[in-house]
């Protein structure tokens, strides 16, 4: 089990860039997926980015071009810059950790991102 903690969301106006972080509670960077997620009130939770052990990312087409993920191996750490943003950004973003040798997932506890002029 790892334990992940979000930080860096805020209010925003449009147009505006945030930086998440994700810490993981210990380095788990080779052995796991890691994710961005996020859920809007009265919608599903939807994924927003990943990066795999090797560093592969991989965006959703609604971010793409505006949100980057990346990871800091010697922090433990992930990280979802976004820029450009969109009052449709408006979320609780969480990070998740998928071991891809058991397949269980951890979650962090959210941070909301507010888009709002």
């Known amino acids: 089990q790892v334990q992940l903690v979000e930080s860096g969301g805020g209010l925003v106006q449009p147009g505006g860039s945030l930086r998440l972080s994700c810490a993981a509670s210990?380095?788990?960077?080779?052995?796991?997926?890691m994710g961005w997620y996020r859920q809007a009130p009265g919608k599903q939770r939807e994924l927003v980015a990943t990066i795999t052990s090797a560093g592969t990312t991989s965006t959703a087409n609604s971010v793409k071009g505006r949100f980057t993920i990346s990871r800091d191996n010697t922090k433990n750490t992930m990280y979802l810059q976004m820029n450009s943003l969109k009052l449709e950004d408006t979320a609780v973003y969480y990070c998740?950790?998928?071991?891809?040798?058991?397949?269980?997932?951890?979650w962090g506890q959210g941070t909301q991102v507010t888009v709002s002029s």
């Open positions: 998740n950790a998928r071991n891809v040798l058991s397949g269980y997932e951890d």
């Open positions: 210990r380095n788990i960077f080779n052995i796991y997926v």
